[in-house]
């Protein structure tokens, strides 16, 4: 039975939940407000023919292809590691499990400036490091540097993601194709990768925008090289301190024009993914 | 033949305590057990997704304890179908085609047969998300059946279904047990299932095989007051016992009842509601218990119609067809005789 309320208790009730709705969806807009507000004033701060002209110019066209060649690599090597190494941790019960669990997301808690001079230490100021360097395998002041700082700072979010959606995945349906007849290589190649699509494009998306607008990490392992490591946060910050405000105002609205064609592409896979 | 020898396995939440049971080819095993009994890992250990912390399976007298699940000829069908989403109907059921020994140009062969058997050839270019439960469940089982297994283990299959289909696919489990002669074993809490396919049935509670024995079997016999009380026996009393000349008699709460067991002292008697008959007057017949009481309860359960009959201080409760019920004008207050035969007196 529902109990009947008197006409003044109810709508004192309805009262206090529209109070509720209303604040929440006026908190809701000013941080709607805020980001489109901040967005707006460093787009509308350049004249589309300054933006032509930056675009035009060889060191941001440089930094665009720097950053789109180095955040490619750094999601396909990030790719590449998390998606065995979050197979693993879900699937298999073992000594350390849970410790290598905290260090793979530990990333996610470091700020990149000191992720960044970790690498540079052990890359740099390390016997590792110098034989790498021998070896011809140079990280520290180059592109491959910038590569590995994009790589340990998107890590920790990639895992994260394909972790849960190998949690997501209902281990039955792995049962069954173990009972006919696969082995464990063929039940990841035809079971668990293919139901893990829509997490893999996600995580990917995400990782991939994280490592583009990659600076912190990138400037202590590479440095802030005009035309060498020169990608679209550092040539923004370059120009910044040059005091070319038109230059880094560029670089910044293309930073946004880039993401913003990565969101819309993401929603569109997403859009088109099967639903399950 | 399927066997299993003192199987033991701690999963924290579920758990099996030396489960040794053996299931005969062709042979239809139930396993009913209430929700947590460990009958979902006894089956995954058949099937080799859990190795056991101790115990062996053997597979046609072969110890199969530590063989991987793609080479033990085991099948499984979920509760929840566990088709896998991204592939169409068809390619679910050829999925285990590749590693069979079955070659390419039999198969086409097996899948026509398979998929006539279950009536699901319509289905084969859709999806799994657009198929009904009952849909999905025929296509699990095609799946399944594709490899040839000579075990099938059913989880809880019809139970995420409507009754109508539930009823429906039972049917056709029953028809193709009887068709392709696989030994089969189905986990259920559903005792018409039990019933009405298993030519063998386990009792399962808390790890452990309790009882097992033919169906009718367990149901009139039950060997504890527990699995007496999780089949729904009514009727179950306690009292003394002792043997006399030919039968037994009974003392329970100032009656006396006659048996044919031999057992002395302390025991709980059963007798299951359909095997009372309820008469206005005393019927003449073989039956050695017969007495007089009182209805004090009438439930309609929709099928038959359950009496509550006080005899002196001893409530025995009674299933009687509706027919009878209002042929012969019972009502709550009504004198009654109650008459049960002594060998479906069971005492334990």
Known sequence: ?276 | MIRTEKICKDLGEFRLVDVSLEIDDAEYLVILGPTGAGKTIFLETLAGIHVPDSGKVFLDGRDITRLPSRLRSVGVVYQDYTLFPHLSVEKNIRFGVPYSRIPEDKSEERIAELTELLGIGHLMHRYPATLSGGEKQRVAIARALITEPKVLLFDEPLSALDSETRSRLREELRRLHRHTQITMIHVTHDFDEAFLLGNKLAIMNEGRIVQEGEPEDVFRRPNSRWVADFLGANNIFQGVQTPGEGLSSMRIDGLTILTTSRVSGSVHVCVRPEDILVSLKPIESSARNVFEGTIAGVSNTGTVINLEILVGKVPFVASITRRSFYDMGLEPGKNVFVTFKTVDVHVF
């Not at chain 1, 709508?11 to 006026?26: E, K, Y």
């Not at chain 1, 583009?212 to 990490?217: R, V």
Request: glycine share 8%; hydrophobic share 55%.
């Open chain 1, 1 to 276: 039975m529902v109990k009947r309320l008197s006409p003044g208790r109810l709508l004192r009730t309805r009262s206090a939940d529209l109070g509720f709705r209303t604040i929440a969806l006026v908190l809701c807009g000013l941080v709607v407000l805020l980001l489109v507000g901040a967005l707006v004033a460093l787009i509308t701060r350049t004249t589309p023919q300054d933006l032509w002209d930056s675009l035009r110019s060889e060191e941001i066209r440089f930094a665009i292809q720097l950053s789109l060649l180095t955040s490619v690599a750094s999601t396909a090597l990030c790719i590449i590691v998390t998606v065995p190494a979050a197979y693993v941790l879900t699937h298999y019960r073992f000594r350390g499990r849970g410790l290598i669990n905290v260090i793979l997301e530990l990333p996610l808690a470091l700020p990149p400036v000191v992720a960044g001079m970790a690498l540079l230490i052990l890359f740099g100021a390390t016997g590792f490091g110098r034989s790498l360097a021998d070896a011809g395998i140079q990280f520290v002041f180059t592109k491959q540097g910038i590569i590995l700082a994009q790589f340990f700072v998107i890590l920790p979010f990639m895992y994260r993601i394909m972790k849960t959606t190998f949690q997501g995945i209902n281990p039955r349906y792995e049962h069954v194709a173990k009972t006919l007849g696969c082995t464990d290589l063929e039940v990841f190649r035809r079971v668990t990768l293919p139901m893990a699509r829509n997490g893999l494009i996600a995580g990917a998306i995400i990782a991939w925008c994280r490592a583009l607008g990659e600076f912190g990490a990138a400037l202590m392992v590479a440095g802030a090289t005009r035309m060498r490591t020169e990608t679209l946060p550092t040539a923004l910050y370059l120009n910044m301190t040059s005091g070319d405000l038109t230059l880094a105002v560029s670089a910044a609205t293309i930073l946004i024009g880039i993401a913003f064609v990565a969101l819309l592409l993401f929603e569109k896979a997403a859009g088109t993914a099967r639903i399950f």
